[in-house]
């Protein structure tokens, strides 16, 4: 198939926003760096689009293996629902690389990219939302991958916390 000039999109589809963060220094910082990614590939020209899909593509398989193991280590429950949107994400890269490259098709992949986007938002606002409230609540270490507490206890704690205060800074203890 020849390749058919594309157009690069006029903006990124996801720009980087205070609601997307998680109070999480390591998952927000990655996810910063996921943001700009498909921002730089959704804006990239013809010629530098693959380069800048192999590596979003690379950035994601990293990123994903990254909390895949934070899952694990930690007890996390929902962690297949979490994990098997992952695998579709990691076999939509790979298949889109495949077709850019194999087939030249380029405005597929510039017409997956925004929906990309559109996914990442919702993910990371719901399940790695709850990722990072588990991981707190297990006192969950991402350097040394150890927990200060199991999951039972850090959901005893938060249960004990709820009842024993008001919520506020003033009389929480």
Known sequence: MNPVATEPAAAVSLPWSPELALQHAELDATHQEFIALLGQTELAPDDGLME???????????????????????????????????????????????????????????????????????????????????????GFDPATGQMQRTAQQGQEDQSLKATSSCGSASCSS
């Open 52 to 138: 800048r899909l192999q590596a979003l593509f690379e950035h994601t398989v990293e990123h994903f293996a990254m909390e895949d193991s934070w899952m694990q280590a930690s007890a996390f429950a929902p962690v297949n629902c979490h994990g098997m949107q992952h695998r579709v994400v990691i076999q939509t890269l790979e298949e889109l690389l495949r077709r850019g490259r194999e087939d030249g098709d380029l405005a597929l992949v510039r017409e997956i990219l925004p929906e990309l986007g559109k996914w990442f938002a919702q993910h990371a606002q719901t399940m790695d939302a709850a990722l990072a409230w588990h991981l707190d609540q297990v």
